[in-house]
């Protein structure tokens, strides 16, 4: 069993930054697949970033709108993953989901934390 806890939302101006974690329990921390999701009021939830050890060998990997802006990482000692955010916009309003493990497939990752709010001003 996984349990992850986001923190690190809040509210911030277009063009500025945040910095997202996820700490994770549990073992094996840095075999597990990671990642990042968001879903805006609307909208379905979508992939942000991650890195995908069990399918593509440690890849990291993110969604086309956020390239160049966004950058994950992890730090294996603290069992943490961050998603560092910067030049915000506005429609990267959202609530971001930290997940972990993806062994079902690509896209099914098994363990959810409750989600941050990410809220971006224009």
């Known amino acids: 069993q996984v349990q992850l806890v986001e923190s690190g939302g809040g509210l911030v101006q277009a063009g500025g930054s945040l910095r997202l974690s996820c700490v994770a329990s549990?073992?094996?921390?840095?075999?597990?697949?990671m990642a990042w999701f968001r879903q805006a009021p609307g909208k379905e939830r979508e992939f942000v970033a991650g890195i995908d050890i069990t399918w593509s060998g440690g890849r990291i990997a993110y969604e086309d709108s956020v390239k160049g802006r966004f950058t994950f990482s992890r730090d294996n000692v603290k069992n943490t993953v961050y998603l560092q955010m910067n030049s915000l916009k506005p429609e990267d309003t959202a609530v971001y989901y930290c997940?972990?493990?993806?062994?079902?497939?690509?896209?099914?990752?098994?363990?959810w934390g409750q989600g941050t709010q990410v809220t971006v001003s224009s």
């Open positions: 997940a972990a493990d993806n062994s079902r497939g690509p896209m099914k990752y098994t363990y």
């Open positions: 549990g073992r094996a921390f840095s075999s597990r697949t």
